[in-house]
């Protein structure tokens, strides 16, 4: 079992910045990737950012550029950092952790809004 909690959300003008983080807890040793994912209203959840356990990472093309992920393995945390933010990266943004054997936790989200 895997406890995900996000935190960082918040409302900021387009332009803006915000930096999110995912604390995980419980059995995390066996966990090979962490992702960043969102939704926004009526719309699917999407990936937004993956980083994996050799430190790889992966990005939607909407973010490159723009979005960076990272983890700090001493406090077992993942960070989205976001910068020049846009009125589409509006969305509930959600942390999940992936097992190699396909189980996948998820935290409970946080709103961003970008909005003048």
């Known amino acids: 079992q895997v406890q995900l909690v996000e935190s960082g959300g918040g409302l900021v003008q387009p332009g803006g910045s915000l930096r999110l983080s995912c604390a995980a807890s419980?059995?995390?040793?066996?966990?090979?990737?962490m992702g960043w994912y969102r939704q926004a209203p009526g719309k699917q959840r999407e990936l937004v950012a993956q980083?994996?356990?050799?430190?790889?990472?992966n990005y939607a093309d909407s973010v490159k550029g723009r979005f960076t992920i990272s983890r700090d393995n001493a406090k077992n945390t993942v960070y989205l950092q976001m910068n020049s933010l846009k009125p589409e990266d509006t969305a509930v943004y959600h942390c999940?952790?992936?097992?190699?054997?396909?189980?996948?936790?998820w935290g409970q989200g946080t709103q961003v809004t970008v909005s003048s």
């Open positions: 999940k952790s992936s097992f190699a054997s396909g189980k996948d936790y």
């Open positions: 419980g059995s995390i040793f066996s966990i090979y990737a």
């Open positions: 980083i994996f356990t050799g430190g790889i990472t």
